[in-house]
C-alpha cells in the first residue's frame, strides 16, 4: 500500500541499549552510528535511574542535533519535552496516544508498539506518525515477548499507510528476508550499538535498505518516496559482508569510502534523491534514466551538483 506523506523519513532507526557496550559511552556509540547512517535514534534505558536517563536526553540531544537526525524517548514524555527531544516511543501499556498528543502538542513525533494488524490499524487512526511492528524474530533485548514473525510486516506492507518499522531480532543476517516481507524501515539495538563497529553494521544496514528501495523505483519516480519492496523485489539485494569497508571515491571533491553501489545509491546517502541534480562520473554525465545502472568503482569521481531554487 502506498504511504501517505509523512513528516518523518527514514529507513534505519537506531536505539540504544546500553548493557551492549560496557566500558563505551553511549554517547561515543550513537555517535558511531550516526556516522555509519542512522536517521534517527531512541534513547531507551529500562533500568537506569530517571536522573541517568534525562542526563542521557541531554547529552544524546546535543549529539543528533549535530548530524540533524531526530531523537525520540521511549517511555518519558516529561523527559522528552524537557530535553526538546522530537518525540516519544510508547508501548500497548504506555500512556494512551491521544494523552500522550495532549501533552505533546501536534507536531512532536508520537510512535506506537504495535504486535498485530489490529494494533497498528489503531493506532494509525488514533494519529500516530509511525508504528513499531514487532518484535520480528525473539530478541533478548525483549525477553519473554512472542515473536510476531514477518507474516505481521506483510500485512502492515499491504495495509498500513504511515511509516512503520520492523523491529526484534534484526540482523544483517535476517535484514534481506525482513526487506522482503515488505519492510521499508528498521530498527535494531544489539546488532548496532553491541558491535565493534556500530559505524560498519549501519552503513551494511543502509546498503541493503538502499539496494531494496532503489530496485523497487524506477528513476523517474525516485526521490518522490521509500515506495514499497515487494517479496521479489528485495530477493536481489546482494548480501554485504558485516566489515563491508566500502568503496573508495571523490564526491564534490572529498574522498570517502561508500557501501553505495549505484550511482543512485550514491545520491541517497548524500541524501540528494529529492533535489534536482546532474551527475558527472569521471567526467561524463550520467543521465538520471541510468542512476540505478550506473556502478561506483574503486576511484570514482563524482561530481553531485545540485540546482538550488527554480528555473
Ligand atoms: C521503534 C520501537 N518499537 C517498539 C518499541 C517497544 O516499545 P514498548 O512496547 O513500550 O517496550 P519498551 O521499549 O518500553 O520496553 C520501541 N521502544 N521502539
Ligand atoms: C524494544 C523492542 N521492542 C520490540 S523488540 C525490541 C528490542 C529490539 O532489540 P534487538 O534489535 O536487540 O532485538
Ligand atoms: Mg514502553
Known amino acids: ?55 542521557n536526553a541531554h547529552k544524546l540531544r546535543q549529539l543528533t542535533r549535530r548530524y540533524g537526525v531526530p531523537l525520540i524517548i521511549n517511555d518519558h514524555i516529561d523527559i522528552a519535552l524537557e530535553a526538546d527531544a522530537d518525540g516519544v516511543h510508547l508501548g500497548q501499556d504506555d500512556l494512551s496516544l491521544a494523552e500522550a498528543r495532549q501533552l505533546l502538542g501536534p507536531d512532536r513525533i508520537i510512535g506506537i508498539s504495535t504486535h498485530s494488524i489490529e494494533q497498528g490499524l489503531a493506532a494509525q487512526a488514533g494519529g500516530a506518525d509511525y508504528i513499531g511492528v514487532g518484535p520480528v524474530y525473539p530478541t533478548g533485548t525483549k525477553p519473554g515477548r512472542a515473536a510476531v514473525t514477518t507474516s505481521y510486516v506483510q500485512e502492515a506492507a499491504a495495509q498500513i499507510r504511515i511509516p512503520f518499522v520492523a523491529i526484534g531480532g534484526i540482523t544483517l543476517g535476517n535484514v534481506d528476508t525482513v526487506i522482503a516481507a515488505g519492510a521499508n524501515r528498521v530498527c535494531a539495538v544489539s546488532e548496532i550499538v553491541g558491535a565493534d563497529d556500530p559505524a560498519a553494521v549501519c552503513r551494511a544496514f543502509k546498503a541493503r535498505l538502499n539496494a531494496a528501495a532503489n ?64 551527475v558527472e562520473l569521471d567526467g561524463a554525465i550520467v543521465v538520471r534514466e541510468e542512476w540505478s545502472r550506473t556502478p561506483i568503482r574503486e576511484g570514482a569521481a563524482v561530481e553531485l551538483v545540485h540546482f538550488v531554487g527554480g528555473g
Open 1 to 55: 500500500m502506498a504511504e501517505s506523506t509523512s513528516k518523518l523519513d527514514f529507513q534505519l532507526y537506531v536505539i540504544t541499549g546500553a548493557n551492549y557496550h560496557p566500558g563505551r559511552s553511549i554517547v561515543d556509540v550513537v555517535e558511531q552510528a550516526l556516522i555509519g547512517g542512522a536517521d534517527i535514534v531512541q534513547l531507551r534505558d529500562k533500568t537506569a535511574s530517571k536522573q541517568d536517563i534525562r542526563e
Open 215 to 278: 530496485h523497487s523505483q524506477s528513476p523517474s519516480r525516485q526521490g518522490q518516496s521509500q515506495g514499497t519492496s515487494s517479496p521479489n523485489d528485495s530477493q536481489s539485494s546482494a548480501a554485504q559482508p558485516h566489515d563491508f569497508a566500502g568503496t573508495g571515491v571523490t564526491v564534490n571533491g572529498v574522498a570517502q569510502r561508500t557501501t553505495a553501489r549505484t550511482v543512485w545509491e550514491l545520491i541517497c546517502q548524500h541524501r540528494l534523491e529529492d533535489r534536482r541534480i546532474v
